[in-house]
């Protein structure tokens, strides 16, 4: 009975993985487009960098060079490796050059050193100059190393392990902790094709990772001696993956805990009960503007929106200025005493951004108690007693309880809204950590809003409205 209800569940993998793999492989077309317009777009920008007197390899990375990009992809990696001898100072020049190629409609980057992000004829185009060397272990930067992935995957895959990337990766595409960006901080596809190679076949990876533990070590090229000697080295990371290329680098090190978690707990449940909603999630249905406010009264918590604008940055660079901005204000709310239950952040990077900070109260009583040094700390408690006795800002005490002293204050703010409407609104709350880029939009335009309030805006975006219903959902869309 054990072994019919066994292959009972292993032909259901396999037909829903074969479903999946169609579904995930681009068409013959899909693939004659993407390699035509990388070949012309390597050709226009090879006689650019000729014109302005630079000579350079150009090769395809990533995905696309190594032909494990997924169905409906349309983000290209476009390398410019130059001769060390030219310095860094070349970079700059090769970026002038490419915006020549990119047309009108692109943003310079900056993260170990200047990229440009371009969108032409539908495809975005990361084109990131670096250098040539001849090993991984000599480059300068992240990038430079790139090229050595590409060869190092390229000589180990065949058709059929392609196939089992496309799965992997659409898989975590499909539970969201899909790309190494810090929007998702999850799994990149240069750690999906190595997990791939190790284990050697998609479900393996599954039936792996259902069983890992924080601070699981894969070593494939076996550099170090054993688990606890990579964890010496890398230090409280979740998931360490040794890059075969560079013993030196971790490929998870972008996987964030709480992603690693998703995915080992979706692992679990697809082999459990294997469905293509794992692959291919049903899209939320928002709430109409009734049921929003039914479901947020019943709650009986404040939701505050703290909304600004656009802000120009390419989305790595955006994301981190949210994230960032986002634990500053959550650490100006609980500086002045407000709990907060749960906190997201919104954008759809083209017109507005939006943090969301869910409290169990809007407002604060205006009394807060607070308590002094032990009477037997002399010093204390005459400090105590000249900074609170006279004080204008004192409801009760100072008084004795017990062995020490205690004052009954007023608080400076005892309503949330108004707390981040005074402290945003100066500075864009730049002294308190919010980043430069998401300070100067709040300088611009800064828009607070509580509970109902939010309602006209979730009526006029549909992608915002997905959201918002998504977090009072607040179950991944593989699980509904």
Not at 99 to 115: D, M, Q, W
Not at 134 to 154: E, G, L
């Amino acid at each position: 009975m054990a072994r019919t209800l066994n292959s009972g569940l292993e032909l259901k993998i396999r037909n829903v993985c074969n479903e999946a793999l169609k579904r995930a492989t681009p068409s013959v077309l899909e693939q004659r487009e993407t390699l035509g317009f990388s070949r012309r777009l390597i050709e226009s920008l090879r006689a650019e960098l000729l014109k302005d007197g630079i000579t350079a390899d150009i090769q395809i990375e990533g995905s696309v060079a190594k032909d494990t990009w997924l169905a409906g992809e349309k983000d290209i990696d476009v390398f410019v490796l130059l001769p060390e001898e030219y310095g860094r100072e070349v970079f700059k020049r090769v970026l002038e050059t490419a915006k020549r190629v990119s047309g009108e409609n692109y943003l310079e980057a900056y993260a170990e050193h200047p990229y440009l992000e371009a969108y032409i004829d539908g495809f975005t185009v990361n084109i990131v100059p670096c250098f040539r060397v001849k090993d991984a272990s000599q480059a300068k930067s992240s990038v430079d190393r790139t090229p050595f992935h590409t060869q190092y995957v390229k000589s180990r895959l065949n058709e059929e392990l392609k196939g089992e990337v496309r799965l992997l990766k659409a898989f975590m595409h499909g539970i969201n902790v899909y790309g190494a960006e810090i929007k998702v901080g999850g799994f990149s596809g240069y750690l999906c094709e190595l997990l791939t190679l190790y284990y050697g076949s998609f479900i393996s990876v599954l039936r792996a990772a259902s069983r890992w533990r924080r601070g699981e070590v894969i070593d494939i090229e076996g550099y170090y001696s054993a688990p606890e000697e990579a964890r010496r080295i890398f230090q409280n990371e979740p998931l360490i993956v040794v890059d075969p290329v560079d013993r030196g680098r971790n490929v998870a090190s972008a996987v964030r805990l709480g992603r690693l978690s998703e995915f080992i707990l979706a692992s679990r449940l697809f082999l459990k009960d294997p469905d293509i909603r794992f692959f291919s999630p049903r899209e939320i249905e928002p709430y109409s503007a009734n049921e929003l406010l039914r479901v947020m009264a019943s709650r009986g918590s404040a939701l505050v929106f703290v909304k600004t604008g656009y802000i120009r940055a390419v989305p790595d660079i955006l994301w981190g200025q949210l994230y960032r901005s986002q634990r500053a204000i959550l650490n100006l709310l609980k500086q002045f005493d407000f709990e907060v239950m749960r906190s997201s952040v919104w954008s759809d990077e083209k017109t507005a951004n939006i943090f969301i900070f869910e409290l169990p109260s809007l407002r604060l009583p205006a009394v807060k108690r607070h308590v002094g040094p032990p009477i037997d700390k002399v010093d204390n408690c005459e400090t105590f007693l000249e900074k609170h006795i006279n004080s204008g800002n004192i409801f009760s005490g100072p008084m004795v309880e017990d062995n020490k002293l205690v004052v009954e204050k007023r608080r400076r703010y005892t309503d949330a809204a108004k707390l981040l409407k005074d402290k945003l609104a100066a500075d864009g709350g730049r002294k308190l950590g919010v980043a430069s880029l998401v300070a100067k939009a709040f300088t611009e335009y800064l828009e607070i809003l509580v509970n109902e309030e939010i309602i006209g805006f979730y009526n006029s975006n549909i992608d915002f409205a997905q959201f918002l219903t998504g977090y009072f959902i607040g179950r991944p869309r593989w699980l509904l």
